[in-house]
């Protein structure tokens, strides 16, 4: 069993930085792939990235490529998003995810998501 809680969202202008953080509990979560998703109101849930359990290999959607930066940290049970160079169409809930199908949207486990808006 692994509980996810998300935490670093907020309000930035069009431009700026957030950095997202997702704090797992559970023994098991340096065995998982952990990844970021997002939902924009009226849209459907959207990969962002995913990383792989060692942190060796990461994968990113191509809106995000060269401005989010996912990463991880195993002895501390938390996975990070970098978020550079935001856009008003990076506005979304974001969510955590753990799991062995993230690329296609299955996710194990959830975190309750952390609200990200990016203002014009």
């Known amino acids: 069993q692994v509980q996810l809680v998300e935490s670093g969202g907020g309000l930035v202008q069009a431009g700026g930085s957030l950095r997202l953080s997702c704090a797992a509990s559970?023994?098991?979560?340096?065995?998982?792939?952990m990844g970021w998703f997002r939902q924009a109101p009226g849209k459907e849930r959207e990969y962002v990235a995913h990383i792989s359990w060692s942190g060796g290999s990461t994968y990113y959607t191509d809106s995000v490529k060269g401005r989010f930066t996912i990463s991880r940290d195993n002895a501390k049970n938390t996975v990070y998003l970098q978020m550079n160079s935001l856009k008003p169409e990076d506005t979304a809930v974001y969510y955590c995810a753990a799991g062995q199908r993230l690329r296609v949207g299955v996710g194990d486990y959830w975190g309750q998501g952390t609200q990200v808006t990016v203002s014009s």
């Open positions: 559970g023994r098991s979560f340096s065995t998982y792939d």
